[in-house]
């Protein structure tokens, strides 16, 4: 159902990639990627501070693994010293649990790697607020 659902919603994206010449890969489309955020949404906010699940993923980029105060990171997590950026959260996100063994992420990954261009692509919009450090 929900793959279904998916292709419905991304073939006239790629569409629209073709047509303006871009190739598949090239970059992210952050309206598409607001789409896959709906995979983490039941466990991450990406700005303010409630924690659901997860930890609320405000001002992730840069930051390093485990730093949200007040959450219970596995440690796993909080032992990682992965600094959060573009390449390091593909990576991770491809998956969790091979990326980091231990973590208590319970999410299986994302097989696409459009699928990652496009969540970066929103992640890194969305995510930045004004309580971020510059
Ligand atoms: C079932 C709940 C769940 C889902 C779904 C989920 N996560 Fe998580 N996420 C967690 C938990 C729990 C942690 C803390 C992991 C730990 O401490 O080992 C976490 C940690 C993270 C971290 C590290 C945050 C930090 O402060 O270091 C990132 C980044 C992240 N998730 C991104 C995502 C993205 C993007 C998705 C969707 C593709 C996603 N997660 C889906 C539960 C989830």
Redesign the pocket.
């Known amino acids: 159902m929900l793959k279904k659902h998916a292709i419905i919603v991304l073939l006239p994206l790629l569409g629209l990639a073709l047509v303006t010449g871009g190739s598949a890969l090239a970059g992210g489309d952050a309206a598409a990627g607001a789409k ?2 709906n ?2 949404k ?3 906010i990406t700005s303010g501070e409630a924690k659901r ?3 609320s ?1 405000e001002c ?1 980029f840069g ?1 390093t ?4 105060e007040g959450y219970r ?2 440690a ?3 032992g990682s010293g992965i600094v ?1 950026s573009h390449d390091t ?1 593909a990576e ?2 491809k998956n969790p649990r091979q990326y ?1 063994k231990g ?5 299986a990954g ?1 097989k696409n790697d459009q699928q990652i261009e496009d ?1 970066l692509a929103f ?1 890194e919009g969305a995510t930045v607020g004004a309580a971020c450090p510059k």
């Open positions: 896959v955020f995979k983490c039941t466990c991450h699940m997860g930890p993923l992730v930051r693994a485990g730093a949200v990171y596995s796993a997590m909080s959060w959260m991770y996100l980091l973590t208590k992420m319970a999410f994302l969540l992640l």
